[in-house]
């Protein structure tokens, strides 16, 4: 049995049935509850035997290529103070092994599904974009954030000329909502955000990780194999809610999942506070695979001592 505690001490059992009190709705679509899991770091293969979940609010898959990735050599991951840092490099096994197994296991059982799209050039987009157009996933988040890919990802999302004119061809290849997610790697988040919506996002979804490294002081050579990596955790959390606050002061309407450093229903509380309509669970998952269920019924709770929020929530609208 999988317990825990809820903000005023009582229990929660993550396996007894519970009614979601409080859902949301991103750019059109309602989520059982305002929290999902962050791409990269749930895998339904391995999550289903934890918990059942179709009761998060959305499932964000693993970002796909058009064509199978490796990824980058190992070593690929290291450590960091209350942190993880990562250069998979967006290893996946290819947009038609998705829509042939991950997404029909998820559907089958009633997920709201996020589709991540990955590619290394506006071409590798737009395919992977034409596959998914009429699938059974309900949002596509296209990740223009990626800090481990030498070509796409951060290079387009830094870039907002490039970011309008990859958004500009995806957004009528497909009627589904499409979530641009952003990097925190730049000056003014608020340039890439506007660019983003201007060329046609519904909705944005940031933070993606940091650049960071670690160095292995025996060897005075970086730990991973990339040099660097992106930096996920507890310790990104204060810069994910100020990336949001940001975005969602200069853009009042666009719907924002908030990103980074979420453990706790608390402080998915925060980013709501921010100006978010839902959030997403990364890193958490990684050490405690319940984690995404447990910031959900945390959160459930939490809002039930905070109606006018929760009202505003569940008809689509944020806290500020
Ligand atoms: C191992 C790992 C793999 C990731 N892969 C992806 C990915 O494929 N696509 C993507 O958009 N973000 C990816 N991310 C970024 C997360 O979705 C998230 O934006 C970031 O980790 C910050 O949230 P967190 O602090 O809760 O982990 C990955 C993160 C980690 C740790």
Redesign the pocket.
Known sequence: MTMTENATGAHIDLYEDHVWKHPTVVAGVPWKNPVGT????FQYAAVRWFYDVSQLGAV?T??VSPVPWEGNPSPR?AEGPA??I?A?G?Q?PGVDHYLEDDLPKLKAIGATVIA?V?GHSDDDYAQVVAKLADCAADML?I?V??PNVTHGGMSVGTDPVALAKLIERLRPMTDKPMIV?LTPNVTDITVPARAAVEAGADAL?L???IVGMRIDVRTGKPVIANVTG?V???A??PI?LARVWQVRTALPDIPIIG?????SGEKALEYLYAGANAV?????A?FDPVAPLRVARELDDLLDERPELAARLAAGRTWR
């Open positions: 962050a791409s990269g770091t964000c693993k970002g991951t942190s993880n990562n998979v967006l996946n991540n990955a988040e990740n954030s990626c997610k979804s933070i993606n990780t992106g996920s955790g507890p990104v959390l994910g990103i980074g450093g979420i453990d997403e669970v990364g890193a958490a990684l």
